[in-house]
């Protein structure tokens, strides 16, 4: 079929050896490729009740139609997994420099099964495989590692995947990084590697997938970047970065803070935009075929990071860092991100597991003392996290675990496992029922309701409507991860442009109904996996807290009968039981 290649590669690290596996057509007019695909080989190549951590699991690096194709948006890349943070589905999205040399090794899907018995790094080609003894750089954090791999190579534009120490000691929130500052973060994925002993992979190849119609992509691209050369949201991320959501999610009040037990942190503004501008030098950056460039940047030009180069922070890490930790220095929020890269650590469920730290140290929970604002402190948690040294050791499973461990339960904010990030459910109601239905625990991004609800098009309090419109969202956005494309282009590429994104690549032409449809076979896909593990629908809810407690600073709450409102008008449009 075009805009695929109809074959998947299967590299066995136990006996160092790869083999192609044929794709139908009918798989990828059922699920597309992408996350779609991806969870398709997921299913089809574990068994349940396996150890995430154990040879018996598996990692897929998958593309899409649209990987490697004239669409903007399309340089985005994925992998799934079974997760070893929460025992059920996991996936992570980056931007950067990989999806196109993934796509041009001539595979829809890279899936990389067993374990090896010493560190090695993999060279995948359109030729071969090959194993690299990685010994020499095991250890080494990711920027190091990223540097000598690339050398190595020797091939100019290869793309390059690594894990940090954290993941080499099985920290159960490894992050797989490339280009230094991108990464497939959420849900563990580079603790999957680690535990195969795999320190990275690069990926390059001379092939190109056939495309349905050129002219109809280049048509569409022309068109898209025309309508939107002065959209005014547009121009405010390349001026703002994500971070633009500091005010306007404590104006809103829904700006988590303090361990979630605020909405708003009083000193936000020195998170802001604003203050990034004034204390870093920063540029605007993109990554290919990408006109938005919501990236910032730069270097810190005063204080005592001085110097330090980034890319970021993002949103969700400057709201874990920063609100969550009740740091209100933009250039230290820029630090703990840098030192969480290094170790190759997510910096969402970090920051989360720092303020939650803290708040058992003032409970009397544990011996050790950590208090808000702590830059320093929280560092040198981090780093007893990547070393699973001392407290380090329990945090190192996560907060499910380190909550069960120090009698805290009640106060560990997260669903399935997986550590709550961003957006405060209190206030922007919808958020409650997508952070408690998303397939891989408390999401964001799997339903992004909370731009409409942000921007008034739906009424954040309001509860009627609010399954329809996460539904809606979790659909479309199967279709994109399918695809694979940017999440910043969710308002560009609506139902009409996603059909002649698949059009254009693929020659199959579907209408809104049709790609409803694929988008729910990908989420009853994903739904499989989770009730295979063990997963049930009582699993789909919320902390308790978030019943129990209102916002400290607004009174603002959720209702177990509102939540459940949601919830249940959820399950009927999803045909679930």
Not at 15 to 22: R, V
Request: net charge neutral; aromatic share 8%.
């Amino acid at each position: 079929m075009n805009g695929f290649y109809n074959k998947v590669l299967h590299v066995n690290l136990s006996q160092k050896s790869f083999e192609e596996e044929h794709i139908d057509d009918e798989i990828y007019r059922e699920f597309l490729g992408g996350k779609g695909l991806a969870t398709y080989l997921l299913l089809n190549n574990t068994k349940a009740g396996i150890d995430p951590l154990s040879e018996d699991n598996v990692i897929v690096f998958p593309t899409g139609p649209a990987t490697d194709t004239k669409v903007w948006g399309s340089s985005r890349h994925l992998v799934v997994t079974k997760s070893p943070l929460t025992g059920i589905y996991g996936e992570a999205y980056a931007g950067g420099k990989v999806a196109e040399p993934l796509s041009m090794t001539g595979y829809d899907a890279i899936l990389i099964k067993g374990a090896s018995s010493e560190p090695v790094y993999l060279e995948i080609s359109h030729k071969k495989v090959i194993f690299h003894d990685a010994s020499h750089i095991w250890g080494k954090d990711t920027y190091e590692t990223d540097d000598i791999i690339r050398q190595e190579v020797g091939v100019k534009n290869a793309g390059i995947v690594v894990i940090g120490p954290a993941a080499e000691n099985l920290v159960k929130f490894g992050i797989i990084a490339n280009n230094y500052w991108r990464s497939l973060s959420r849900t563990g994925p580079g603790t999957v590697l680690g535990s195969k002993k795999v320190k990275g992979i690069a990926f390059y190849g001379d092939k190109k997938k056939e495309i349905s119609n050129p002219d109809l992509l280049s048509k569409l691209w022309k068109e898209t970047r025309g309508r939107n050369k002065k959209n005014p949201r547009l121009e405010k991320y390349r001026e703002e970065g994500t971070i633009m959501s500091v005010a306007l999610t404590n104006k809103a009040g829904a700006f988590p803070s303090k361990y979630w037990s605020l909405g708003t942190y009083d000193k936000w503004q020195g998170l802001s935009t604003d203050a990034l501008k004034k204390k870093c030098k920063i540029r605007a950056v993109a990554c290919p075929k990408c006109f938005i460039a919501c990236g910032n940047a730069g270097e810190v030009a005063v204080g005592r990071h001085k110097g330090l180069k980034f890319e970021g922070p993002e949103f969700a890490t400057v709201n874990a860092l920063g609100g969550q930790c009740m740091i209100d220095d933009i250039t230290e929020v820029v630090y703990l991100n840098d030192v969480c890269d290094r170790l190759g650590i997510d910096t969402v469920t970090a920051g989360n597991l720092a303020a939650f730290t803290i708040e058992a140290s003032h409970r009397k929970a544990i011996g050790e003392k950590l208090e808000y604002g702590d830059v320093d402190g929280i560092a040198a948690l981090f780093n007893k996290i990547a070393r699973r040294e001392g407290i380090g050791a329990i945090l190192a499973e996560g907060v499910r675990y380190a909550a069960k461990e120090w009698g805290l339960e009640y106060l560990a904010m997260h669903v399935k496992g997986l550590e709550m990030s961003d957006y405060e459910p209190r206030v922007l109601k919808g958020m409650a029922l997508a952070y408690a239905t998303s397939d891989r625990g408390a999401c964001n991004l799997r339903a992004t309701v909370y731009s409409p609800e942000l921007s008034g098009k739906i009424p954040p309090e309001q509860i009627e409507g609010k399954a329809e419109a996460v539904v809606d969202l979790e659909d479309r956005h199967n279709i994109f991860d399918s695809l694979v494309l940017c999440r910043f282009f969710r308002d560009l590429y609506l139902w009409e442009e996603l059909s002649l994104i698949i059009n254009g690549t693929t020659g199959m032409e579907l209408n809104k109904e049709q790609l409803q449809q694929i988008a729910s076979n990908i989420a009853n896909k994903a739904r499989e996996f989770n009730l295979r593990e063990g997963m049930t629908a009582a699993d789909d809810t919320l902390p308790k807290r978030l019943f129990q407690e209102k916002l400290g600073d607004s009174g603002k709450g959720i209702t177990e009968a509102e939540f459940e409102k949601m919830r249940s008008e959820y399950y009927q449009l999803r045909g679930w039981d």
